[in-house]
């Protein structure tokens, strides 16, 4: 990469809304961008790899990560922890990638604290009825889990005002067209002109 310095860009919204979906197919078709791979308590679900989509590790050293200062950011969520590794984060802005946090609602107004120039987007649902639908279908969760989760779910969809971009995930297609306009409207800004001072 160049010796430009890459953004933080946050992905957030409930559980299930299709934040993992579009993420994939975004990253796929953009060599510039990173993923944050967070550590969590949570157990893994089948086909889930360690070190590549999330670091699966004890409450034990959870906590020890927290005391060590070693996350950007926390939350508890759902029964279990979750937080974002500060030193690859910074790593992989320094080699210029653009990196991509998919993280809850607390997380992510801890970044705008530390990261405020951030691109924030929200990943809304077209209805609450289609959120529960998916969140079923991917049968990740059991249906007490599915339960709170959506019980969480209603809290965070009153936060959308919070954050600068909302996408509908109704069609996919459109919904990952739309966070590529939102990722590429970012590097245009005149602030990341002025930090990378690229062209005149
Ligand atoms: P999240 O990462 O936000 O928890 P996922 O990406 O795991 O959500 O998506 C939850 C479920 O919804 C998955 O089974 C996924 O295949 C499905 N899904 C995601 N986006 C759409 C969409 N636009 N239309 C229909 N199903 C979708
Ligand atoms: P899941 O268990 O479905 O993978 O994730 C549950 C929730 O935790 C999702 O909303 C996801 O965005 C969020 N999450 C994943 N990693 C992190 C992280 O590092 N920090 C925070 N605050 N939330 C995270």
Redesign the pocket.
């Known amino acids: 990469m160049t010796n430009k310095k890459g953004q933080v860009i946050v992905?957030?919204?409930?559980?299930?809304v299709g934040?993992?979906t579009i993420l994939k197919s975004v990253m796929e078709d953009d060599s510039s961008l990173c993923f944050?791979v967070?550590?969590?308590t949570?157990a893994p679900?089948p086909g889930e790899e360690d070190g590549k989509?999330?670091f699966f590790v004890s409450r034990e050293r959870f906590n020890e990560m927290v005391a060590q200062g070693e996350?950007l950011?926390?939350?508890e969520?759902?029964g279990?922890c979750?937080?974002?590794?500060r030193k690859p984060l910074e790593k992989l802005l320094d080699q210029g990638y653009d990196v991509i946090?998919?993280?809850?609602?607390?997380?992510?107004r801890?970044v705008m604290k530390s990261y405020p120039e951030a691109l924030f987007t929200f990943i809304m649902p077209p209805s609450f009825e289609t959120l529960e639908k998916r969140l079923a279908k991917r049968g990740?969760?059991t249906p007490e889990k599915i339960a709170l989760?959506l019980e969480t779910a209603k809290q965070?969809l009153e936060c959308y005002k919070e954050f600068q971009y909302i996408i509908v995930n109704d069609k996919l297609e459109d919904a990952v067209a739309e966070l590529q306009a939102v990722i590429t409207a970012g590097r245009c800004r005149c602030t990341e002109y002025i930090k990378n001072k690229r062209g005149m």
């Open positions: 992905i957030t919204g409930p559980s299930g934040k993992g944050s967070s550590a969590t949570r679900r989509d999330y996350l950011e926390y939350a969520y759902s279990n979750y937080g974002t590794p946090l998919d993280i809850e609602i607390q997380g992510a801890n990740t969760e989760r965070e």
